[in-house]
Each structure stands twice: as structure tokens, then as C-alpha cells.
């Protein structure tokens, strides 16, 4: 799999925007391309979430299961699981829905 990332900084209020590319082992067919702007200081609540747990979170909330969400990131799933782990830790939730709720709609 080949992965390219770019990311711009300096946007207006300190945030960053990345932007990945990824594509498939033999076709050399884009296989995703994902985005994600992370909020620079005062500009909205990461809810004390990473950049990354965000976005596993961004991910998590189209219901994609561990595996989906590690191929799109390029990691493995056991690490999107402890992702999910800290991701609940931090909000004080049990379960997906509910840390999705709690971040992307209140």
C-alpha cells in the first residue's frame, strides 16, 4: 500500500488541514483520500481528544468497524481499538455512539 500526506498549516485560527492519499498494493487505484482539519486553540472543543482519536472517532460515526477504520488509516486494528479505548476514557462513555454523540453532536 502507498500512502502520501500533505498537510497545510497557518490556516486562519491556527488550524491544520491534512489531507492523505492511499493506494491499493497492485492496481495503483486511489483507494481513499481522507481529510481533516484539526481546530487550532479556540477554535471549538476537542473534548481533550488527539488529532488521531478524532479522527478514528470521524470514522467510528459511519459505522465502519476496527478493521474498516485500520485499513482507511493505515494502521492496525488492535490500535484502533485502544483508539476507541482512550476515546471513551477521556469522554466518560461506553460505547461508540455514545462518544459520537458527546463530540459531534452536542
Not at 4 to 25: D, E, N, Q
Not at 86 to 101: G, M, N, P, Q
Request: glycine share 10%; aromatic share 4%; hydrophobic share 40%.
Amino acid at each position: 500500500m502507498i500512502y502520501f500526506a500533505l498537510a497545510a498549516t497557518g490556516l486562519k485560527g491556527g488550524s491544520r488541514l491534512l489531507i492523505r492519499m492511499v493506494w491499493g498494493p497492485t492496481t495503483g487505484e486511489q483507494a481513499a483520500l481522507v481529510l481533516s482539519e484539526t481546530p487550532g486553540k479556540g477554535n471549538g472543543s476537542s473534548n481533550g481528544l488527539t488529532a488521531r482519536e478524532r479522527e478514528v472517532l470521524a470514522h467510528a460515526s459511519k459505522g465502519q468497524t476496527a478493521a474498516e477504520i485500520a485499513d482507511a488509516l493505515c494502521i492496525s486494528r488492535r490500535t484502533v481499538e485502544k483508539h476507541l479505548e482512550h476515546i471513551y476514557d477521556k469522554l466518560d462513555v461506553e460505547s461508540r455512539v455514545a462518544a459520537v454523540t458527546r463530540v459531534f453532536l452536542s
